[in-house]
């Protein structure tokens, strides 16, 4: 089974650049952790053996922002916190995705004070909201299956 039969006697496989690339930007994302409240330990969850984001290529949470493409960022932003977190997302290299994880870093949840940031948007540019308080590990995999999926639909034309 398997392509030789697809093909044929051809032994060629064909593939556009742009799909090969995306494959491998999908497969080998490196995610920065960046948890801050309770989301973290669900963040932490799905990259424990029952959920085991390393089936999605993410083997290890970076503690570098140099190593990383993908930021989650998990829980409450306070405003003491965000020039911190806009330096990291700047340390990141291109191509970097963002994922807001939870009602707090995507809204402020229930803490809608001065001290906390209403939204992780205000500071970085975000791809995937993830909501719940505190989502689930399913959830949270669910956001990076969205995310890879938005990856895979990339252009060359969008990489300049």
């Known amino acids: 089974m398997g392509v030789t039969n697809k093909l044929g006697e051809m032994?060629?496989?064909?593939?556009?650049?742009?799909?090969?690339?995306?494959?491998?930007?999908?497969?080998?994302?490196?995610?920065?952790?960046?948890?801050?409240?309770?989301?973290?330990?669900?963040?932490?969850?799905?990259?424990?053996?029952?959920?085991?984001?390393?089936?999605?290529?993410?083997?290890?949470?970076?503690?570098?922002?140099?190593?990383?493409?993908?930021?989650?960022?998990?829980?409450?932003?306070?405003?003491?916190?965000?020039?911190?977190?806009?330096?990291l997302y700047d340390q990141m290299p291109d191509p970097k995705w963002v994922l807001s994880m939870g009602d707090c870093a995507s809204c402020g949840g229930v803490f809608n004070n001065y001290a906390i940031v209403q939204g992780v948007d205000e500071i970085v540019p975000v791809d995937v909201y993830v909501a719940g308080c505190p989502p689930r590990p399913e959830q949270l995999m669910h956001g990076i299956i969205t995310l890879h999926e938005r990856i895979k639909q990339n252009r060359l034309a969008d990489w300049a």
């Open 11 to 87: 032994g060629v496989v064909t593939l556009r650049l742009e799909e090969a690339v995306n494959w491998a930007r999908t497969n080998a994302m490196w995610p920065m952790l960046f948890g801050l409240a309770c989301c973290a330990i669900e963040m932490m969850s799905t990259q424990a053996s029952n959920y085991d984001m390393s089936r999605f290529g993410m083997e290890l949470m970076r503690p570098s922002p140099r190593q990383s493409d993908l930021m989650i960022v998990a829980g409450r932003v306070s405003r003491k916190m965000a020039p911190v977190l806009r330096r």
